[in-house]
C-alpha cells in the first residue's frame, strides 16, 4: 500500500516515542491500526459493491440484447443471463408475496364474521 522502509518505520516509531511518550503510544498504535482496519474494511465493502453492480449491469446487457434476438434463438450464454435474471427476480419477490397473502388472510378473517347458530336457525 505504501512504500515504506525500514528506516522510515523506526524514524516514526521513535518520533512518536518522543511526542507521545510512553504511557501514550500503545494506545495511540492501537487507535492508528483501529482506523486502517476500518478503512481497509470499507474498501473491502465498496469493492464488493462494485462488482456486484457490474455483473448486474452485464446481465443487464444481456438481457437488452436477448430481448433484441429475440427470445427463440438465444446463445447459452444470454439463456444463462436470462435464467440468472428470473430467478434472482423470483427470490426477490418470494418474501413480498408471502407477506401479501398474509395479510389477504388477516383481510378476509377480520372482514368476515364468524359463523355461530341462532336460535332461530334451529327450529
Same mark, same amino acid.
Given at each position: 500500500?505504501?512504500?515504506?522502509?525500514?528506516?522510515?518505520?523506526?524514524?516514526?516509531?521513535?518520533?512518536?516515542?518522543?511526542?507521545?511518550?510512553?504511557?501514550?503510544? !500503545?494506545?495511540?498504535?492501537?487507535?492508528?491500526?483501529?482506523?486502517?482496519?476500518?478503512?481497509?474494511?470499507? *474498501?473491502?465493502?465498496?469493492?464488493?459493491?462494485?462488482?456486484?453492480?457490474? @455483473?448486474? @449491469?452485464?446481465?443487464?446487457?444481456?438481457?437488452?440484447? *436477448?430481448?433484441?434476438?429475440?427470445?427463440?434463438?438465444?446463445s447459452p450464454d444470454l439463456q444463462r443471463s436470462v435464467d440468472e435474471l428470473k430467478s434472482a427476480a423470483e427470490s426477490v419477490q418470494r418474501p413480498?408475496? *408471502?407477506?401479501?397473502?398474509?395479510?389477504?388472510?388477516?383481510?378476509?378473517? *377480520?372482514?368476515? !364474521?364468524?359463523?355461530?347458530?341462532? !336460535?332461530?336457525?334451529?327450529?
Open positions: 500500500m505504501f512504500d515504506i522502509g525500514f528506516w522510515e518505520l523506526g524514524v516514526i516509531a521513535v518520533l512518536g516515542l518522543i511526542v507521545l511518550g510512553p504511557e501514550r503510544l !500503545p494506545g495511540a498504535l492501537r487507535t492508528v491500526i483501529g482506523w486502517i482496519r476500518s478503512v481497509r474494511a470499507m *474498501a473491502t465493502n465498496v469493492k464488493d459493491e462494485i462488482s456486484q453492480e457490474l @455483473h448486474i @449491469h452485464e446481465l443487464q446487457q444481456n438481457l437488452k440484447k *436477448a430481448e433484441q434476438q429475440g427470445m427463440d434463438n438465444l413480498y408475496q *408471502a407477506d401479501v397473502s398474509a395479510d389477504r388472510q388477516a383481510q378476509q378473517s *377480520a372482514t368476515t !364474521p364468524p359463523q355461530t347458530k341462532s !336460535p332461530r336457525d334451529d327450529g
